[in-house]
Each structure stands twice: as structure tokens, then as C-alpha cells.
């Protein structure tokens, strides 16, 4: 006969055999880990992502939001003595205006997240709980949200400075966010694959540059290879739609189908984007 105290001992139990039992009965539950919190949602993730990047950067990008106006009125102003009105007029105001746009959500986003991967600040993000899409639309949104205002003082300057009507500078609370989107999605995303920072500078600059000469020069002067390059620029179709209400009689068809575009644009950016986070974060 085998011992009662050696029985328990080859099942993993005390000298009292209890913890045989506590092992072999089956009307015991089994141990399971405790289930994780779970993860956020989108819209709340985005509005905690949003708040925190706007304190930061109402701070920090504030001074850079006067140098992007100035540097557009310089632009209109520079342009003034080449030319006089009509449709050149138009597309140096609307370039110019939107030209604010391309500054703070082309240029310096791409730069915040090129330092944020360089610095390992990705890491922080990645260890809280919130969709990886939530973080990219709440930098791009909190940055755009700066441009409102130096684009509405840029477009009113270039409308007094030119002679055009101001009629349909309404137009810009639309101009604004869909530029602002295509624009943030394409910065974040060069910040983001950029492998190293300095690299995240430099095609934050070539963007916002290709964004001046291609959206403040009127396209009736360049040739046919600008024009369609200038075509394949996110902030195009925003240039044009807020251009196309300078007109005495605007086609508000083409209006609302370049604000569909660069909505679409701004879109696909972000998805973009986002892939572009998911692939620095696990690195």
C-alpha cells in the first residue's frame, strides 16, 4: 500500500493531502489571469490626446504662428509689384492664406514627430491605451487648430492689398480643417518614417517650400510639368476652392468638389499617418 502522505506528495500537495484535492476535483474553477482594462475609444482617446497637445503647443507655437503670418503678408506683399488683379491676384491670396497652413501642419509636425521618435517619446504613447489613430488626429487636430487665425489675417490683408471681396472668406472655416488634415497627415507621416530627425526637418521644409512655389505663383505662369505637380499637392485643392471665390459669380460646384478632394486627400494622409505610427511604435 502506498502512503497516504506520498500520494499527496506525487500530486503537488501538503502532508494533509488537501492540496490533492484542491488540483484533482474538478468542481473547483480554474485559475484564469485578470482580463486587462480595456482600451479606449476613439473619440475619447482623441479629445485627451487633443487637449493635451493644444495646452502644449498654445505655448510653445504661439511665437511660430506670427512668423508663419508674416511671412505670408511679406510673400503678398513682394508679389504685389508683379502683379496687378484677375485670376493672378486670387491664387497669391489663396496661396498665401493657406501658405500658413502648410507652416504649422505641414512643417512643424513634421518635426514634432521626427523629435518624438528620435527622443523615444513614441514609447510614452504606445504604453497607454488608446488607438494608435487617436494619437495622430489629436497632434495633427491641435496644430491646425492654430492656423485659423494667421489665415484669416493673411486672407483679409491680401483682399485689402489686392482689391478683391471678401464676400466668401467664410469659405476658410472649411479650407482650414480639409487643408489642415491633408497637410497634418503628410507631415506626421514624413516625421514619422524619417529615420532620423534631421531628416524629418529637412522634408518638413521641402514640403512647406514645394507648398509656396507651387500654391502662391499663379499656375498660368509655369509650365505644363509644374501645373502637374502642383496637381498631386495635398493643399492645391484647398488653394483653388478658396481661389474660385474671389470670382464675381463662383462655380460653387467646383468649390465643393476641391473640398471634396482634399477632404479625400486628407483622408488617405492620415491613414497614412497612422500606419506610419503603428510602424515606429514597435520598433
Keep these: 500500500m502506498v ?3 506520498a500520494t499527496g506528495a506525487a500530486h503537488g500537495a501538503g502532508p494533509d493531502g488537501a492540496g490533492a484535492v484542491r488540483a484533482t476535483d474538478p468542481r473547483q474553477p480554474a485559475l484564469r489571469p485578470a482580463p486587462l482594462a480595456p482600451q479606449a475609444r476613439l473619440l475619447p482617446a482623441l479629445a485627451a490626446v487633443y487637449r493635451a497637445q493644444l495646452s502644449r503647443a498654445r ?3 504661439i511665437p511660430l504662428l506670427f512668423v508663419a503670418t508674416f511671412q505670408s503678408v511679406g510673400i503678398m506683399i513682394l508679389m504685389r509689384g508683379v502683379v496687378d488683379g484677375g485670376s493672378e491676384a486670387r491664387a497669391v491670396v489663396a496661396g498665401s492664406s493657406v501658405l500658413v497652413v502648410a507652416f504649422v501642419a505641414l512643417n512643424l509636425l513634421a518635426q514634432y514627430f521626427g523629435q518624438l521618435r528620435a527622443s523615444g517619446g513614441l514609447d510614452h504613447y504606445a504604453t497607454l491605451p488608446v488607438p494608435p489613430a487617436s494619437v495622430v488626429l489629436g497632434a495633427a487636430a491641435a496644430y491646425a487648430s492654430f492656423t485659423l487665425p494667421g489665415t484669416l489675417v493673411t486672407a483679409v490683408f491680401g483682399c485689402l492689398l489686392f482689391g478683391l471681396p471678401m464676400s466668401g472668406l467664410w469659405i476658410l472655416a472649411a479650407v482650414v ?3 489642415g488634415a491633408a497637410l497634418a497627415g503628410l507631415g506626421a507621416a514624413l ?3 524619417a529615420p532620423r530627425q534631421e ?3 529637412l522634408a ?3 514640403g ?3 507648398a509656396l512655389l507651387l500654391g502662391v505663383l499663379p499656375p498660368e505662369r509655369m509650365p505644363d ?3 502637374w505637380a502642383r496637381d498631386l499637392l495635398p493643399s492645391t485643392y484647398g488653394v483653388e476652392a478658396f481661389a474660385r471665390t474671389f470670382a464675381p459669380h463662383p462655380d460653387w460646384a467646383a468649390v465643393g468638389l476641391d473640398l471634396g478632394v482634399c477632404g479625400a486627400v486628407g483622408v488617405l494622409s492620415l491613414a497614412v499617418a497612422t500606419w506610419a505610427y503603428r510602424r515606429a511604435a514597435v520598433r
Design 59 to 61: 505655448v510653445s507655437r
Design 191 to 193: 516625421g514619422l518614417l
Design 204 to 206: 518638413g521644409q521641402l
Design 199 to 201: 531628416l524629418a526637418t
Design 177 to 179: 480643417p480639409l487643408a
Design 208 to 210: 512647406m517650400s514645394a
Design 225 to 227: 510639368v509644374i501645373v
Design 3 to 5: 502512503p497516504a502522505a
